[in-house]
Nanobody, 125 residues
Framework: QVQLVESGGGLVQAGGSLRLSCAASGRTFSSYAMGWFRQAPGKEREFVAAVKGSDGSTRYADSVKGRFTISRDNAKNTVYLQMNSLKPEDTAVYYC??????????????????WGQGTQVTVSS
């Protein structure tokens, strides 16, 4: 089972960009599909993006489509979330998560069995 550590969060003005990273331990990273979720205060955790372990196919929430890009580097055991044109409503704690099998692009948090500790993203208006 992998362990996940997120980094790259911070404070940014609306319209700005951030890149989140999620480093995974272990030698089986490519056997996991990876996802990013976020949770704002008082709200439920919501799906942001996912990428297959098998062929790199991606899936996005409608709210971030065209602004966010998920990618992975299996040689570095790392998944990224490039966030552009950030809005105040993107403010949340962002979590990366791992799911098996690697060809699944699921939006359900319950399908992911390993989670990182989260990184805070704050977008000021």
């Amino acid at each position: 089972q992998v362990q996940l550590v997120e980094s790259g969060g911070g404070l940014v003005q609306a319209g700005g960009s951030l890149r989140l990273s999620c480093a995974a331990s272990g030698r089986t990273f490519s056997s996991y599909a990876m996802g990013w979720f976020r949770q704002a205060p008082g709200k439920e955790r919501e799906f942001v993006a996912a990428v297959k372990g098998s062929d790199g196919s991606t899936r996005y929430a409608d709210s971030v489509k065209g602004r966010f890009t998920i990618s992975r580097d299996n040689a570095k055991n790392t998944v990224y979330l490039q966030m552009n044109s950030l809005k105040p409503e993107d403010t949340a704690v962002y979590y990366c998560a791992a799911a098996r099998p690697p060809w699944v692009l699921t939006t359900l948090a319950s399908d992911y069995n390993t989670w990182g500790q989260g990184t805070q993203v704050t977008v000021s208006s």
